[in-house]
């Protein structure tokens, strides 16, 4: 690429399409760039390398047109396809086109006649966005304005949105004379229908004021108030609007497992006395090993069965936390005197559900640690026990080997004597029938002088064979 290059970069996510601006040639496609210089100067690339560098670009803030109304509507998308939300995407008037690879980026904006819509799909839930111009009857200076009455969207469309509703906000945006925070101020007390409410002077120039009543209202809506400055850029107008709608949408998302929490102490109240009780079993041996450890194995899995069905909620509830946290800190909210802002309103009011929430994550940690410990003591209990017994059988053997080594060496003695008794005899009867053929001996005389050498050979030979067995064995 020849020339030199204005700042002006064009990007259009939904088509991952690129464009320079060269003040000459008018604009070179960022795609034919990249695939000529990486393919010359690079290796090829990772799988994940594209996709990865322009998720930092996946969401970007919106361009807001002073006065405007947003209309935003979150639902929880479980069970709730692309594909379906395409199918209610379509029934926008111009949309009926649109696929569902448009889609597979999680995030789309369409503009269409009058309004613009963005979809954004997250893992939970679904958001989507209208920002429309705010007709001057809903503007600051009237009292109790329904906001809905103006909305350009096609009869019905809202309601028919897939999913379950868990966030709807209408925001109204429009320019003031913050110099007068306090006459803006009371402006917007009527403009909410005298309602208590919260406001911040938003920005570290103090560029905008918003004020909420965090009220659910019978259309299902809350409200919001935005008064920027007259210098106001609309790309600020629309990152204030962005961060004032994921403080409320986090904020709901982590109170999300606040309801699961109070459902859960009970059961962890019962299963922590109940683990009191195995212990002092245990201490006591009031009952048996047995007993013992398949009620404590039903424990563990009790246990453990809620921490792997409530663990992600627990984790989702810090993290969502953790965002709220973040993005109030990003608003660098300016106090007015006499109204709480909206930083001291979440600390007051998400605070006390959150910790509740944390340290019932805690304690079911520490429970399915103490239970652990406990299955431990016992089994160390129980090994200890089948080691005295192995003992005492061991003992036994040998005492019973003991036993037989005596009878054997009994059982021995008798045979070297019944052996011998044999062999004696068989020599008498030998020196009989010498005397008998004439021999000059006499058979009992000899039989008897031959007695001790026939008992030690007999010994001998005994014991040979003994030694033998006992070498090979």
Known sequence: MRGHFSEVLTRNVFLGTFKISTGNTGYIDMHTMIDTDLTDWLPDNDPQRVMLHNEVHARPSQRIRLPALIIYVVVINEGITR???????????????????????????????????RWERHTEFTRYSLVQHLPEAAQLGATDPELLAYLTLPPG????????????????M???????????????????????????????????????????????????????????????????????????????????????????????????????????????KAASDQELLDTLTALAARIERATVEHGFRFSATQAYNRLVMQRINELHEKAIPGTQNIGEFMQRR??????????????????????????????????????TQNQQLLEKLTRGQELQLRLQSTVEGLSIAAISYYVISLLLYGAKAAKAAGLPIHPELVTGAMIPVVLWVVWRTVRRIHDKFFKSH
């Not at 379906?84 to 980026?105: A, D, F, K, W």
């Not at 229908?193 to 004020?211: D, M, Q, T």
């Not at 019932?360 to 410990?373: C, E, F, P």
């Open 174 to 284: 429009m320019q003031g004379d913050l110099s007068q925070a306090d006459a803006l101020l009371v402006q917007a007390r009527k403009w909410f229908g005298g309602n208590p409410v919260v406001a911040s002077l938003i920005g570290r120039e103090s560029h905008s004021l918003a004020v909420t009543d965090f009220m659910l209202r019978p259309s299902g809506f809350e409200r919001m108030l935005v008064m920027m400055s007259a210098n106001a850029s609309e790309t600020r107008a629309g990152r204030v609007s962005q961060r004032l709608l994921e403080i409320e949408t986090y904020r709901l998302m982590a109170l999300r497992g606040l309801p699961l929490t109070k459902r859960l102490i009970p059961e962890l109240t019962r299963a922590e006395r109940q683990l009191a009780e195995i212990t002092a079993h245990l201490e006591n």
């Open 350 to 387: 998400l605070s006390p559900a959150i910790a509740t929430v944390e340290a019932t994550a805690q304690r079911m940690g520490y429970l399915s640690a103490r239970v652990s410990r406990a299955s431990a003591l016992l089994r160390t209990r129980v090994d200890i026990l089948a080691e």
């Open 83 to 117: 594909e379906q939300e395409c199918v209610h995407l379509q029934r926008l008037p111009g949309q009926n086109m649109l696929m569902p690879e448009q889609l597979q980026n999680n995030f789309l904006r369409l503009r269409l006649q009058g309004y613009t819509l």
């Open 157 to 172: 469309w809202l309601a028919d949105i897939p999913g379950r509703t868990f966030a709807a906000i209408k925001v109204a």
